[in-house]
């Protein structure tokens, strides 16, 4: 078995907003990601599954520290120098980012902003460039490509902008590409294409991926592995389907649960969802973070955090249940 | 589209002003700096279509006499006005060397359009070339100001931290100085006789110095806001470099402030220089500049008997308007783009 292509190990993230206080985006994350894998985090929003996205990558705004250690290709990437940083941006690790709409430039041809990414890594001639965004293009779908390598943002769609974005992170053919929410923006007739079409690059270059979503019917049959992200932990990991068929802790079985009841076709007035609120990660209470919405607490969740046990082979888990 | 007539309007005045003054040598019927001790403050010459003879139709004047108790027209002799008459030899945008003048009167007459000066010289002709040295000053200086500005405020709000303390609270100082008298203590610490070119340059590195404060908080705002935009990000996590990340994708964003604060700063540099040349810390004599040509108003009975020398102020009200009035509308349309 090849040893991991990215490891984590007890990542710490946490905002210092100016207003004061300070909120705990990611406590203790330790994760493997495997050359090749698809993984996905499944997690509601403010979990803190962008942050991971931005903190693998060191893009974090200046007001969050962190601490622990992310190791790529042997070099730790929270202390790696800025230039050396730079290098593995975009070359080897890629991000897809939330929303293509914000995500590129307004005034500058997506044909060359696809360039720049090749500019920025490989020594390319112009027309050597030229022609590789050309062929980037069609290998994320279009066929009207001319059109495309011209048009400014404003001028495609949703979808379109999404395979730009695309086009910008498969470039230069990295190692791991990480996806964060690449279809919330879009129509959901759209998910499907955008999904398939990430599955078929990943798949042909052997690529790892790390897809964050909210929405776990869009994990089902292509992740490998399935991590769960809840208020800042993971507190689920496993095989993909084993998680999905057979979910361990009472927050994930209450997620897919729910897009069970969704896919299935509940009226919109009885949208289904999980009762209560994440926890103001302002005030950290004692004791389990899910205590207060779990369905299944018991006496101890209150005061005692969970420590991750593992019940099965290859499953992890953060739940008191499976303490002894 | 009343609108669009008034741009046009302006930019056409804008323009014809600034050729009147880079040809100045063409425009200008006389040398700036001939002098003509008969004509001490002669007031402007008059241009007449009647005469003893009855209707002309090219317009004429007459030769100046010194009367005692001032000038009078020596009506004996009318002098047709000429265009492209040869006069004074001048160079033409710095290389070539001409005779011709755009307009002008054959001797003994003097066509003073805004009389003459305490030396006889011709005031029009100065105010042209004035102009030259008023504007130009006014232009380099603000060159000079937005680089200046344009590096500290990108550096500022792109790096933060201490860098955007320790620039952003000089800039505070720097807006706090009273530029004037810091101006003025500047000038007077560098050497007071130098040639009227060097002065030039010290003026307009210090003035441009100076002002850097203002439009590097804008730029740095920009910048900060810039910096923080999803596609600016994006770029930063494909592996843009800080170099290409501002080049590509920040500092475009600052021209929308950079070019209405240019044409704000001009008129304030323009205003500036004729402000230390009229306490002579600016360009000095003979070359003339609008403020130089206003210091002989620091007399009393100059500026209550010969009017007529406070065109460079005139010409400074208007140039001043002109460029106000343009950013003005350059902000506007900015903003709806």
Not at chain 1, 38 to 44: M, Q
């Amino acid at each position: 078995m090849p040893g991991p292509l990215l490891h984590v190990k007890d990542l710490r993230v946490r905002y210092l907003p100016e207003s004061g206080g300070k909120v705990q985006a990611l406590e203790g994350l330790n994760l493997e990601i495997l050359p090749g894998e698809v993984t996905g985090i499944l997690g509601e929003s403010g979990s803190g599954k962008s942050t991971l996205a931005s903190t693998l990558l060191r893009l974090l705004p200046a007001s969050a520290e962190c601490s622990g250690c992310v190791v790529f290709e042997g070099e730790d990437l929270l202390t790696a120098a800025e230039s050396k940083l730079r290098r593995i941006r975009g070359s080897k690790i890629a991000l897809i980012p939330q929303d293509p709409a914000v995500s590129l430039n307004p005034v500058t041809r997506v044909g060359e902003q696809i360039s720049e990414v090749l500019r920025a890594h490989l020594r390319l001639s112009r027309s050597e460039r030229k022609q590789r965004v050309r062929q980037l293009l069609v290998e994320v779908g279009f066929e009207d490509v001319d059109r495309i390598v011209d048009a400014y943002l404003h001028q495609l769609s949703g979808g379109q902008r999404q395979r730009v974005v695309i086009a910008q992170a498969i470039a230069c053919r990295p190692s791991l590409i990480i996806a964060d929410e690449p279809t919330s923006k879009l129509h959901s007739e759209l998910h499907c294409q955008i999904l398939a079409l990430l599955a078929n690059t990943v798949a042909q270059h052997d690529t790892a991926l790390l897809l964050i979503t909210h929405d776990p019917t869009i994990l089902a049959g292509f992740a490998d592995r399935l991590m769960v992200m809840y208020a800042g932990r993971l507190i689920e990991q496993g095989p993909a389907e084993s998680v999905m068929r057979r979910p361990l802790h009472p927050y994930t079985r209450a997620l897919i649960g729910l897009s069970h009841g969704h896919t299935s076709g509940n009226r919109a007035s009885h949208l289904p969802s999980i009762p209560g609120e994440m926890p103001n990660p302002l005030h950290v209470m004692p004791g389990c973070r899910f205590e207060p919405r779990c369905s299944e607490k018991m006496g101890v969740c209150a005061t005692t955090d969970p420590q991750t046990f593992s019940p099965e082979s290859s499953r992890l888990v953060s739940c008191l249940k499976y303490g002894n | 589209m009343r609108n669009k007539t008034a741009m046009c309007v302006l930019m056409i005045a804008l323009v014809l002003v600034h050729l009147a003054l880079l040809f100045a040598g063409f425009f200008a019927p006389y040398d700036p700096a001939a002098q003509n001790r008969d004509l001490s403050y002669a007031p402007p010459t008059r241009i007449h279509f009647v005469g003893s003879t009855g209707f002309h139709w090219g317009p004429f004047t007459y030769g100046m006499v010194k009367d005692f108790d001032g000038y009078r027209e020596d009506q004996s002799q009318q002098i047709p006005l000429r265009l492209f008459a040869k006069g004074d030899s001048y160079t033409l945008l710095w290389v070539f060397h001409c005779k011709t003048h755009f307009f002008g009167a054959d001797r003994p007459a003097r066509l003073q359009l805004f009389g003459a000066d305490a030396y006889g010289r011709d005031e029009f002709s100065r105010l042209l070339y004035g102009g030259q040295i008023s504007l130009a000053a006014g232009l380099v200086a603000t060159l000079i100001t937005l680089a200046v500005a344009t590096i500290i405020g990108t550096v500022s709000g792109y790096y933060g931290k201490w860098i955007d303390e320790m620039l952003m609270g000089s800039a505070e100082l720097f807006l706090a100085l009273p530029w004037f008298y810091f101006l003025v203590g500047v000038r007077a610490f560098l050497p007071l006789h130098v040639s009227p070119k060097e002065t030039f340059l010290l003026l307009i590195i210090v003035i441009g110095v100076i002002g850097w404060a203002r439009p590097a908080r804008l730029i740095r705002g920009i910048v900060l806001s810039a910096r923080t935009r999803n596609y600016v990000v994006a770029a930063r996590a494909f592996g843009g470099s800080d170099f290409y990340l501002l080049r590509r994708h920040i500092l475009p964003e600052t021209f929308a402030v950079l070019i209405p604060q240019a044409t704000l700063l001009i008129p304030q540099y323009i205003a500036a220089e004729a402000t230390l040349s009229f306490f002579g810390l600016g360009i000095s004599e003979p070359v003339p500049s609008w403020g130089n040509m206003l210091s002989t108003l620091q007399q009393y009975n100059v500026l209550v008997s010969y009017s007529w020398l406070l065109a460079p102020a005139g010409a400074l009200v208007i140039t001043s308007v002109m460029y106000w009035r343009l950013a003005d509308r350059l902000h506007y349309w900015l903003q709806s783009h």
